[in-house]
DNA sequence: AACAACGGGCTTTTT
DNA sequence: GCCCGTTGTT
């Protein structure tokens, strides 16, 4: 009955907190989740209305699981009215209903990220720009940026720094690209993922009376994750708070693992500026680990230099070493973590579901899904290609789309000649010409040719018009008919059934059973809505289906599986036992991260993520030759090996003596002292013998080009090309040079990892 | 307009 | 090594 007395000292002064500023720090497996949960139970008890709050997540699926454990403990329908998903969903859903404030249609289209990149990649050409320089995906990841950051098109023209940093990168036309994808979007009524946090600001800016209307209404405010909010959104929970500066923002900066798409650690250090008599509470007792696992992740997170002094600890009992495996090759990493599951299932009675198989990248998941196979050990791969983004489920949900929006140009081109009803590029070409002559979309001209006459044969024509016939007849009914009903009507009737069916081959038949899940997932979708209100129409579903991810669409048929992810996916579960493989250098360390602190200690990060995933045994594989680029490439073993406690590790198959290099070090003694002797006082320690050795073979080349570097010289990078020093800073070690490369602007190295060649 | 063959780029991570 | 998109062929 009393919730209360399922929480901790620290957790239950957290969750009993009601009015003022928040925030709760909390380590690794500290029960962050149950404080947000039964936080938001404790308001409800006291009085609070459900409609009064809003709890953003990070995942679909963490608010699903939070607002079922708040129904339990509340019960009855307490839990209805509030409002909780991800930032994306929450204000997608406020941007619909007030979509005419910023002249979009309420049921403007969401972009995704392919979505996007076909519109840059058709304006990039439409200007006659080099897509070799102006790559599609830099493009959006420059826009991206912009947006995250609040700067519009016509701020991003005026800024004179970031058109000098677009001129230093070769693409000074940026700013019209960006303008022109703007105004691109707006006309197909169409927004992209950023949109949505941006769009939402502008609408909070420019409507006092819908700022004013959510001030009030969310009267209380949870962000979870509050390490990997971005500037936008930032805003946003600012602009809301206001008011009654009911925020409780929960996160971890240790966890803090996407700053490459924008997120802002620095949002937790400025929640002290923002609200200065906030109450910080810190939750610091690990449920989850064993100690030593506990221990071994915060000794390799003592490495970063930004983080907020926190000490998780723990009463877990000490539990195993973590281990070490070293492979000679990827498969046999494979071969040889498939076995030790099987081995470890049938020695200690597990199920296949008590294990976990972490990776840095996706590519990776191959070596263990052939050797999982060849064991007929059953496994899900998470993550990679979502079910939303397969070729078939976007083609149908393409038409969807283009029935609730027929101005949306990205499903309209998706489909147009899909199945081949013989309307082909050339056709296309001279329509949308047009549509860019007359300004007016696509679907302007082919819906009214009279009105927008093209200059193509008369056949075409007329294939075209049956299209839009087709459309038509299902924009009808997209706002009434039962979402079901016409999701089936359209699967048949524009032939893609059909088409599927027919393809026999392997892949055609899963395209086909994708299909009928798809459909399936629309039924159960429907029956889902009829519970609350009335019928479910497809433009209901739209308006869910762009946001959602694999991980909402899990079948829950036969979950007894070995699950493997990408560390990133794996944020926020848990394990009884984890394997983190390739664990090697410029892997895990990514090479991309190699280049500034910043981007190491988010590498290191992901490591700690990855290790306080297991609640009892973790192991850590490495590969000493895998590959890649289809080439077979060798590798050392992550520094993040050597950055644990040794107390804490045991080494599987050492290396013998044969006088090799750095793995000399992983033949420590276990005695203290002369652990002590050899490596000195952790953690800093480590990193000079392992750099010294790291440099062995090619020590005396550094040497001279580090000390012969000077500002303005022109370099070579590996990875960025040619560029020139603009200043060095810093001392032995931890020289660092300024170097511009025309490719990707300014960099920071560390010379000490960046190996820079000196060219004239 | 449809299909086959070739070439290039890619591998961080995702709402 | 694979996937995608472009090019060339019919």
Same mark, same amino acid.
């Given at each position: 009955?009393?919730?209360?007395?399922?929480?901790?000292?620290?957790?239950?002064?957290?969750?009993?907190?009601? !009015?003022?500023?928040?925030?709760?720090?909390?380590?690794?497996?500290?029960?962050?989740?149950?404080?947000?949960?039964?936080?938001?139970?404790?308001?409800? $008890?006291?009085?609070?209305?459900?409609?009064?709050?809003?709890?953003?997540?990070?995942?679909?699926?963490?608010?699903?699981?939070?607002?079922?454990?708040?129904?339990?403990?509340?019960?009855?329908?307490?839990?209805?009215?509030?409002?909780?998903?991800? &930032?994306?969903?929450?204000? @997608?859903?406020?941007?619909?209903?007030?979509?005419?404030?910023?002249?979009?249609?309420?049921?403007? *289209?969401?972009?995704?990220?392919?979505?996007?990149?076909?519109?840059?990649?058709?304006?990039?050409?439409?200007?006659?720009?080099?897509?070799?320089?102006?790559?599609?995906?830099?493009?959006?990841?420059?826009?991206?940026?912009?947006?995250?950051?609040?700067?519009?098109?016509?701020?991003?023209?005026?800024?004179?720094?970031?058109?000098?940093?677009?001129?230093? %990168?070769?693409?000074?036309?940026?700013?019209?690209?960006?303008?022109?994808?703007?105004?691109?979007?707006?006309?197909?009524?169409?927004?992209?993922?950023?949109?949505?946090?941006?769009?939402?600001?502008?609408?909070?800016? !420019?409507?006092?009376?819908?700022?004013?209307?959510?001030?009030?209404?969310?009267?209380?405010?949870?962000?979870?994750?509050?390490?990997?909010?971005?500037?936008?959104?930032?805003?946003?929970?600012?602009?809301?708070?206001?008011?009654?500066?009911?925020?409780?923002?929960?996160?971890?900066?240790?966890?803090?693992?996407?700053?490459?798409?924008?997120?802002?650690?620095?949002?937790?250090?400025?929640?002290?500026?923002?609200?200065?008599?906030?109450?910080?509470?810190?939750?610091?007792?690990?449920?989850?680990?064993?100690?030593?696992?506990?221990?071994?992740?915060?000794?390799?997170?003592?490495?970063?230099?930004?983080?907020?002094?926190?000490?998780?600890?723990?009463?877990?009992?000490?539990?195993? +070493?973590?281990?070490?495996? +070293?492979?000679?090759?990827?498969?046999?990493?494979?071969?040889?973590? /498939?076995?030790?599951?099987?081995?470890?299932?049938?020695?200690?009675?597990?199920?296949?579901?008590?294990?976990?198989?972490?990776?840095?990248?996706?590519?990776?998941?191959?070596?263990?899904?052939?050797?999982?196979?060849?064991?007929?050990?059953?496994?899900?791969?998470?993550?990679?290609?979502?079910?939303?983004?397969?070729?078939?489920?976007?083609?149908?949900?393409?038409?969807?789309?283009?029935?609730?929006?027929?101005?949306?140009?990205?499903?309209?081109?998706?489909?147009?000649?899909?199945?081949?009803?013989?309307?082909?590029? *050339?056709?296309?070409?001279?329509?949308?010409?047009?549509?860019?002559?007359?300004?007016?979309?696509?679907?302007?001209?082919?819906?009214?040719?009279?009105?927008?006459?093209?200059?193509? #044969?008369?056949?075409?024509?007329?294939?075209?018009?049956? &299209?839009?016939?087709?459309?038509?007849?299902?924009?009808?009914?997209?706002?009434?008919?039962?979402?079901?009903?016409?999701?089936?009507?359209?699967? /048949?009737?524009?032939?893609?059934?059909?088409?599927?069916?027919?393809?026999?081959?392997?892949?055609?038949?899963?395209?086909?059973?994708?299909?009928?899940?798809?459909?399936?997932?629309?039924?159960? &979708?429907?029956?889902?809505?009829?519970?609350?209100?009335?019928?479910?129409?497809?433009?209901?579903?739209?308006?869910?289906?762009?946001?959602?991810?694999? @991980?909402?669409?899990?079948?829950?048929?036969?979950?007894? #599986?070995?699950?493997?992810?990408?560390?990133?996916?794996? $944020?926020?579960?848990?394990?009884?036992?984890?394997?983190?493989?390739?664990?090697?250098?410029?892997?895990?360390?990514?090479?991309? %991260?190699?280049?500034?602190?910043? !981007?190491?200690?988010?590498?290191?990060?992901?490591?700690?993520?990855?290790? *306080?995933?297991?609640?009892?045994?973790?192991?850590?594989?490495? @590969?000493?030759?895998?590959?890649?680029?289809?080439?077979?490439?060798?590798?050392?073993?992550?520094?993040?090996?050597?950055?644990?406690?040794?107390?804490?590790?045991?080494?599987?198959?050492?290396?013998?003596?044969?006088?090799?290099? %750095?793995?000399?070090?992983?033949?420590?003694? *276990?005695?203290?002292?002369?652990?002590?002797?050899?490596?000195?006082?952790?953690?800093?320690?480590?990193?000079?013998?392992?750099?010294?050795?790291?440099?062995?073979?090619?020590?005396?080349?550094?040497?001279?080009?580090?000390?012969?570097?000077?500002?303005?010289?022109?370099?070579?990078?590996?990875?960025?090309?040619?560029?020139?020093?603009?200043?060095?800073?810093?001392?032995?070690?931890?020289?660092? @040079?300024?170097?511009?490369?025309?490719?990707?602007?300014?960099?920071?190295?560390?010379? +000490?990892?960046?190996?820079?060649?000196?060219?004239?």
């Amino acid at each position: 009955m009393d919730f209360l007395e399922e929480l901790n000292e620290s957790q239950r002064v957290a969750v009993e907190h009601i !009015d003022g500023p928040m925030m709760v720090i909390a380590g690794a497996g500290s029960g962050k989740t149950r404080v947000l949960t039964y936080r938001i139970a404790h308001l409800l $008890k006291n009085g609070i209305d459900s409609f009064n709050i809003l709890a953003l997540t990070f995942t679909n699926k963490a608010a699903r699981e939070m607002k079922e454990r708040i129904h339990k403990v509340v019960g009855g329908t307490e839990a209805k009215n509030l409002t909780m998903g991800t &930032f994306h969903s929450v204000f @997608a859903r406020i941007l619909r209903h007030n979509a005419d404030k910023l002249g979009y249609p309420s049921n403007f *289209t969401i972009y995704d990220t392919q979505d996007s990149k076909s519109l840059l990649k058709t304006i990039i050409k439409e200007f006659g720009l080099d897509d070799k320089i102006y790559k599609p995906g830099i493009v959006y990841a420059r826009i991206s940026g912009a947006k995250n950051n609040l700067i519009s098109p016509k701020a991003y023209e005026n800024n004179t720094n970031i058109i000098a940093e677009d001129r230093m %990168s070769r693409k000074p036309e940026l700013y019209r690209i960006y303008k022109e994808y703007a105004a691109r979007c707006f006309k197909a009524g169409a927004m992209d993922f950023d949109d949505l946090l941006y769009q939402t600001n502008v609408l909070l800016r !420019d409507s006092p009376d819908v700022l004013h209307y959510y001030q009030h209404k969310f009267q209380y405010i949870l962000v979870d994750e509050y390490q990997d909010t971005n500037y936008s959104q930032y805003i946003i929970i600012k602009k809301l708070a206001a008011v009654y500066e009911n925020i409780c923002v929960v996160g971890d900066d240790a966890q803090s693992i996407y700053s490459f798409r924008g997120a802002n650690v620095e949002n937790i250090l400025n929640f002290r500026k923002d609200y200065p008599d906030f109450k910080l509470y810190k939750l610091e007792q690990n449920y989850r680990s064993s100690n030593t696992i506990v221990q071994a992740a915060n000794s390799v997170i003592e490495f970063n230099k930004d983080r907020i002094k926190k000490e998780v600890w723990t009463l877990n009992s000490e539990g195993e +070493r973590i281990n070490v495996i +070293r492979c000679m090759t990827d498969n046999e990493e494979g071969r040889v973590i /498939s076995n030790r599951i099987f081995q470890m299932k049938q020695q200690k009675g597990l199920d296949f579901k008590d294990f976990a198989i972490l990776y840095r990248t996706n590519a990776q998941s191959r070596a263990f899904e052939e050797s999982l196979r060849k064991l007929n050990l059953p496994y899900k791969i998470y993550g990679g290609l979502s079910f939303y983004q397969r070729k078939e489920i976007k083609d149908l949900i393409a038409y969807f789309r283009l029935a609730a929006n027929p101005k949306d140009e990205e499903a309209l081109k998706r489909i147009i000649n899909y199945p081949k009803r013989g309307i082909g590029k *050339t056709t296309i070409d001279f329509v949308t010409l047009a549509a860019r002559q007359y300004d007016v979309s696509i679907w302007d001209v082919i819906s009214d040719f009279t009105r927008y006459p093209v200059n193509i #044969r008369v056949p075409a024509q007329r294939k075209i018009t049956d &299209f839009v016939t087709k459309i038509q007849s299902y924009s009808a009914q997209i706002e009434t008919a039962p979402a079901y009903d016409l999701a089936e009507t359209i699967a /048949s009737s524009t032939g893609i059934l059909k088409d599927l069916y027919d393809d026999k081959s392997p892949e055609g038949v899963v395209r086909y059973e994708n299909i009928q899940e798809l459909l399936a997932g629309i039924k159960a &979708f429907s029956v889902q809505q009829e519970e609350n209100d009335e019928v479910a129409t497809l433009s209901d579903f739209l308006v869910d289906v762009a946001l959602l991810t694999d @991980a909402d669409h899990e079948d829950e048929e036969d979950n007894d #599986r070995i699950s493997l992810m990408t560390i990133h996916a794996s $944020k926020g579960l848990e394990f009884p036992h984890v394997f983190v493989v390739g664990l090697e250098e410029n892997l895990f360390p990514s090479q991309l %991260s190699l280049t500034s602190r910043e !981007d190491l200690e988010e590498e290191r990060r992901l490591f700690y993520v990855a290790v *306080t995933r297991a609640k009892e045994t973790v192991a850590l594989s490495y @590969a000493i030759s895998r590959f890649r680029y289809g080439q077979l490439v060798t590798s050392e073993p992550s520094r993040f090996i050597e950055e644990i406690n040794p107390d804490f590790l045991h080494f599987e198959n050492e290396r013998k003596q044969t006088g090799g290099r %750095s793995m000399n070090s992983y033949n420590r003694p *276990t005695n203290q002292e002369s652990l002590q002797g050899k490596i000195g006082v952790a953690p800093k320690r480590n990193l000079v013998p392992l750099n010294q050795m790291k440099n062995k073979g090619s020590a005396d080349k550094e040497a001279i080009i580090n000390e012969n570097l000077k500002v303005g010289h022109n370099v070579e990078h590996g990875r960025f090309g040619k560029g020139k020093v603009l200043s060095l800073t810093g001392e032995g070690q931890d020289v660092k @040079a300024d170097v511009f490369f025309p490719s990707v602007g300014k960099k920071t190295l560390i010379l +000490r990892f960046a190996k820079l060649k000196i060219i004239g």
